[in-house]
């Protein structure tokens, strides 16, 4: 299922990004009483009354400004725009309505999103609502007030915005079909990928990085079995952006990744892994995603029998937070290793859904910390006396210990390595939640 996009659009220091650290419980944008501070956009995923969405916190729109910075934040809004669900259009109580609100109202209402008008810095409902109702004439329907800083009239906005995504949305038909998201930096051969498992062009290739700029649903058949395809922009260092739209193609891999079963990172062997794609790897990692890196251009690179070894090496260390992921070597322009593409993504999803039994789960946490004491602290050990498995996508479990201060990292992934040395669950992170339970 695929959480709609809620996008927070306004002129610049109207408290976008207050009202979305209010939000998301923690402090992801920065604030500061300066006009343009918030210049890329920002993510987070927000539960209320059990419907989540993703929000994205976006820079001020400034509708014509010839600064250059506040004319690139303006396009990044765009975006931001043409790819929410529901848009939050935030205006400012204390500076009143200004000409400018006007101008970014028009330019909403082209959008043709459902638009929620919301009125903030009200900190004294009393005191403010005459200067509320000034908002009318917007022609946006009914503001409402809130206060970002004091967390106040939060509840109210946000049942409103979810009233606009449609419970079909929320509650997608099952679409049995596995969905891969192709992510990676600019021109790493993401497109041609595609269009080789197609065996026609249905994807636009071209050498100028950057090329494709929506995510793009592609159904490719093999062995009698569907697989959708979801092609991605491409993201590249922010010292290497010429052209400011591919700064913000961010928000389509975020959508992209989030509606997918498995991501296929796509590096380029000829420019080798780098810091970036970690970034991009991050992506899906931080989302639960099952993850195959896939490095092209494989039959460009000048071989030896070691070369493979260094790279996987190079791989593994670029990579070091998900030594799950699936590693292959390909190349879109010969269909080298193609065919083993589907059987990895066959495998991933397998292990992406995979549920253990309780019982065996049991079995193989008293071996591990038979072969391994839990560690200790001032004389009291952790103690683990439990665990089960409670969801998939990723397969996550839950062990019920004395302490959790006691229940240190290392000794986290030691368990996790060990459920995984038994199970495999090749392709796929694994989240182990501690749990206190009180000795008796």
């Known amino acids: 299922m ?46 209320w009354l059990d419907k989540s969405f993703t929000m994205v916190d976006t820079g001020g729109i400034e509708p014509e400004s010839d600064d250059l910075i506040l ?77 970002g800083a004091s967390r106040l009239g939060l509840g109210d906005m946000l049942d409103e915005v979810l009233s606009h995504c449609r419970e079909e949305d929320l509650m997608e038909e099952e679409d049995d079909r596995p969905k891969i998201a192709i992510i990676g930096k600019p021109n790493s051969g993401k ?10 062009e249905r994807v636009i290739v071209s050498n100028i990085a950057g090329t494709t700029r929506d995510a793009i649903d592609t159904v490719v058949s ?34 992209a990744v989030e509606r997918c079963d498995v991501a ?41 029998d070691k070369t493979i070894y260094k790279f996987t090496n190079k791989v593994r260390e670029t990579l ?50 038979a072969m391994k004491q839990p560690p200790s602290d001032k004389g009291k050990r952790l103690r683990l006396y439990y665990i089960t498995q409670v969801s998939v996508k990723p397969p996550t479990f839950v062990v019920f210990i004395n302490d959790k201060k006691l229940m240190h990292f290392s000794y986290t992934r030691y368990i996790e390595n060990q459920i995984r040395q038994t199970f495999g669950f090749r392709g796929t992170p694994i989240r182990i939640i501690a749990r206190e339970r009180k000795e008796k």
């Open 222 to 255: 093999k062995n009698g079995k569907e697989y959708v395809f979801i092609d991605t922009a491409g993201l590249r260092r922010k010292s290497k952006i010429k052209e400011e739209i591919e700064r913000y193609s961010i928000i389509r891999t975020v959508a």
């Open 2 to 47: 695929s959480k709609p996009m809620v996008a927070i659009v306004g002129r610049p220091n109207v408290g976008k990004s207050t009202l979305f650290n209010a939000l998301a419980g923690e402090q992801i944008s920065i604030v500061k009483d300066t006009p343009g501070v918030t210049r890329d956009r920002i993510f987070a995923d927000i539960t």
């Open 191 to 200: 497109s041609s990928i595609i269009n080789k498992m197609l065996g026609e």
């Open 320 to 369: 070091a937070y998900m030594p799950y992921a699936e590693l292959i070597f390909i190349s879109a322009k010969t269909g080298q290793r193609f065919p083993k593409i589907f059987d990895l993504i066959d495998t991933v999803v397998e292990n992406c859904t995979l549920r253990i039994q309780t019982g065996v789960l049991n079995e193989i946490l008293a071996e591990a910390v």
């Open 71 to 147: 004319s690139r934040m303006r396009e990044q809004a765009e975006i931001a725009i043409a790819t929410a669900d529901v848009i939050i259009f935030l205006v400012d109580v204390r500076q009143g309505l200004v000409d400018a609100d006007f101008r970014v109202a028009d330019m909403l209402r082209r959008s043709r999103k459902p638009i929620v008008l919301v009125v903030n810095k009200v900190d004294n409902f009393d005191k403010f609502m005459p200067d509320v109702y000034e908002f009318y004439n917007l022609g946006l329907g009914d503001p409402i007030p809130v206060s």
């Open 264 to 304: 296929m990172l796509v590096i380029d062997a000829e420019e080798g892994v780098t810091e970036q794609d970690a970034k991009i790897a991050g992506i899906a990692h931080e989302r639960g995603k099952g993850v195959i890196i896939a490095v092209n251009k494989w039959d460009l690179i000048e071989k030896d």
